[in-house]
């Protein structure tokens, strides 16, 4: 059985935390908007689309893509 190490410790102890908890109910956008003034899409899960995330262009188009486990964005349609 693999040892995690102090950093996946962290990691876990933190997603766990009423901290965290806070900061996903309460998240105002403002770091997705930055990435969006900055140029750079994002990305989020909507419920009407559960097979994929929604990517977000600066532009405002927007895409339902899946990921793969290597990382590579594949686009299933456009929205």
């Given at each position: 059985m693999p040892i995690a190490t102090q950093s996946q410790t962290?990691?876990?102890?933190?997603l766990a935390s009423p901290e965290f908890e806070r900061a996903?109910?309460?998240?105002?956008g403002q770091a997705a908007q930055q990435h969006l003034d900055a140029g750079r899409p994002i990305y989020y899960g909507d419920a009407r689309f559960p097979e994929g995330l929604v990517?977000?262009?600066?532009d405002g188009r927007?895409?339902?893509v899946s990921v793969s486990t290597d990382g590579k964005v594949f686009v299933i349609r456009d929205l």
């Open positions: 962290q990691a876990e102890s933190y996903i109910t309460s998240d105002d990517k977000k262009y600066p927007k895409q339902l």
